[in-house]
């Protein structure tokens, strides 16, 4: 069975920064271009960013508003996606799912308050 | 950036009607790469759609997409119960992968 499980998430005050995890299990992820998808409370779906896997270049594309914040990267040996989130804003509190089509992770609410 | 937009904003509809839901985009979306996903209260999402006309797997055969360069349609052919969601379609032709504002289908 696929399952993608994200950790990391938690409070953090404006300014600061976190490390989202996702734990891939159930099929190869390193062939797998993976991306992270936000949603803040009662909003819709955001698109955060993708990186591709290694075989392709392992390059990465980023949001707008993420470019320059966070950083996507995998760890193909542990199976593991990661989002390093620094400088964080009160607009960024959202459930952060990751995702490797067509299967999403249940996701990790980030709160980001002072 | 594309823009996506999704319409109506709500649908209010009976088990058993058919279900029609525009997505719009502000420029062509190459290559017709145009999701669609559900997503229920506390869930993640649910990929529907991919390829603007391709099932996923496991989908049920009510669900169906169309469309091509910058007008898409999802057609739910006759609501069964559990389709009461919110529904949203995403383009994956052009960085950022952007996603419409979703379409909430209720119960009448």
């Known amino acids: 069975e696929v399952q993608l499980v994200e950790s990391g998430g938690g409070l953090v005050k404006p300014g600061g920064s976190l490390r989202l995890s996702c734990a891939v299990s159930?099929?190869?992820?390193?062939?797998?271009?993976m991306s992270w998808v936000r949603q803040a409370p009662g909003k819709g779906l955001e698109w955060v960013g993708r990186?591709?896997?290694?075989?392709?270049?392992?390059?990465?594309e980023y949001a707008a508003p993420m470019q320059g914040r966070f950083t996507i990267s995998r760890d193909d040996s542990k199976n593991t996606l990661y989002l390093q989130m620094n400088s964080l804003k009160t607009e960024d509190t959202a459930v952060y799912y990751c995702?490797?089509?067509?299967?999403w992770g249940q996701g990790t609410l980030v709160t980001v308050s002072s | 950036e594309i823009v996506l937009t999704q319409s109506p904003g709500t649908l209010s509809l009976s088990p058993g009607e058919r279900a029609t839901l525009s997505c719009r985009a502000s420029?062509?979306?190459?290559?017709?790469?145009l999701a669609w996903y559900q997503q229920k209260p506390g869930q993640a999402p649910r990929l529907l759609i991919y390829?603007?006309?391709s099932r996923a797997t496991g989908i049920p055969d009510r669900f169906s997409g169309s469309g091509s360069g910058t007008d898409f349609t999802l057609t739910i052919s006759r609501l069964e119960p559990e389709d009461f969601a919110v529904y949203y379609c995403?383009?994956?032709?052009?960085?950022?992968?952007?996603f419409g504002p979703g379409t909430t289908v209720d119960i009448k």
């Open positions: 995702t490797a089509l067509p299967n």
């Open positions: 995403q383009q994956y032709g052009s960085s950022p992968f952007t």
């Open positions: 390829g603007a006309s």
């Open positions: 420029q062509s979306v190459s290559s017709s790469f």
């Open positions: 990186i591709k896997s290694k075989t392709d270049g392992g390059t990465t």
């Open positions: 159930g099929f190869t992820s390193s062939n797998a271009w």
